[in-house]
């Protein structure tokens, strides 16, 4: 009897390693498809674009409204809602033209980081980096969706405090996804084609705005520009530096 259980147990094993090998096969073909890398890039750009568009479209529906001066946030709010300074915040007259916007790009955002790792695959041990920023990018795509849900109208609060966390992914991202590129070893195509100049350039540049967006309290020589132009320099520095990024390796995909 005990030998019949454990030639089940046996059995059992055989077959779970064997689906379990088809299922990772199935998968690695799918991953590395370089169709399915090319769609993830183009959903990036998608991402983008919508982003952008939904700005110019918030900002025309929004009557008397400062680029340089007023927040994102404000562009959605619902609400109208006094924070603890005594500073009054109207309600936006169209607030889910905005919100959707952010909702939709978080959503194109997330198949680009899902394929990222697979464009690191030269790092090999060392491709725990680039899945980390994938991880990282994906956490950030949430908390960009929750900006929108939790407006700072209804749950100003709320509303803080998941801004402050989309700024710490975008930190996060960042500087992991420097920290793949840096460690692409010489041969990799990447590397071979483009200099790490112009990557180095934005990575640092979105790090210190976003650093700066973070911060509760900023020195006085960098108080003299509105925080709020400050928030307006992170989306435009971090997400046309990735479509930069992307543009690049469509071109080696096609090579």
Do not use: C
Not at 130 to 150: H, K, N, W
Not at 182 to 206: A, C, G, Q
């Amino acid at each position: 009897m005990g030998n019949k259980i454990k030639n089940v147990f046996r059995f059992l094993i055989i077959i779970s390693e064997i689906l379990i090998g088809q299922i990772v096969t199935q998968y690695m073909s799918f991953y590395n498809n370089t169709k399915y890398q090319r769609y993830a890039i183009w959903s990036l750009f998608i991402a983008t674009a919508l982003f952008i568009i939904g700005n110019i479209i918030a900002i025309i529906f929004y009557d008397g409204y400062e680029f340089f001066n007023q927040f994102f946030s404000e562009l959605g709010s619902r609400a109208d809602v006094m924070d603890e300074d005594g500073n009054m915040w109207p309600k936006a007259e169209y607030p889910e033209i905005f919100n959707i916007s952010l909702y939709i790009t978080a959503v194109f955002m997330v198949p680009f980081f899902v394929f990222l790792p697979s464009q690191f695959r030269s790092l090999e041990s060392k491709i725990i980096v680039p899945i980390l920023t994938a991880v990282s990018g994906i956490i950030s795509s949430i908390y960009l969706i929750l900006v929108g849900v939790y407006d700072m109208g209804l749950y100003l609060d709320k509303h803080i405090e998941v801004a402050l966390n989309l700024y710490l992914g975008i930190i996060f991202t960042i500087t992991l996804f420097g920290i793949s590129l840096i460690l692409l070893p010489e041969d990799d195509k990447y590397r071979k084609h483009y200099s790490l100049r112009l990557d180095m350039i934005f990575i640092v540049l979105t790090f210190v705005i976003t650093g700066i967006n973070y911060m509760q309290e900023v020195p006085d020589f960098i108080s003299i520009i509105p925080r709020a132009t400050f928030q307006k320099i992170m989306p435009y520095t971090f997400l046309p530096y990735l479509t930069l990024y992307g543009i690049r390796n469509l071109k080696l995909l096609k090579n």
